[in-house]
Nanobody, 121 residues
Framework: VQLQASGGGLVQAGGSLRLSCLASGRTFSNYFMGWFRQAPGKEREFVGAVTWSGSSTIYADAVKGRFTISKNNAENTVYLQMNSLKPEDSAVYYC???????????????WGQGTQVTVSS
């Protein structure tokens, strides 16, 4: 499984960014796809996840109502739309994949490289 995240950058507080995660290497129909982030000096934390069918999503309380995960199955791509960004959202964002729901929340098997998001105040 290969996961390639992109779309990070510098944005002002209140702005928006959309991250993309291109998945390849196998059929993902039974996978959960997730996003995590890690800020300097902090542990990696769960941001949100979606079933590959797109029928179910879950978000961390810190981003609920501001971030939205969506998918384009035809392009094997998962998106993280981030609105109303805050300086505390600054982190390296990682996409991840696993077939187990419990694992996608805590410790997925497959990880992509991170993409930096910086929100200026």
């Amino acid at each position: 499984v290969q996961l390639q995240a992109s779309g990070g950058g510098l944005v002002q507080a209140g702005g928006s960014l959309r991250l993309s995660c291109l998945a390849s290497g196998r059929t993902f129909s039974n996978y959960f796809m997730g996003w995590f982030r890690q800020a300097p000096g902090k542990e990696r934390e769960f941001v949100g996840a979606v079933t590959w069918s797109g029928s179910s999503t879950i978000y961390a309380d810190a981003v609920k109502g501001r971030f939205t995960i969506s998918k384009n199955n035809a392009e094997n791509t998962v998106y993280l739309q981030m609105n109303s960004l805050k300086p505390e959202d600054s982190a390296v964002y990682y996409c991840a994949a696993d077939t187990r729901r419990s694992a996608i929340l805590t410790g997925p098997e497959y990880w992509g490289q991170g993409t930096q998001v910086t929100v200026s105040s």
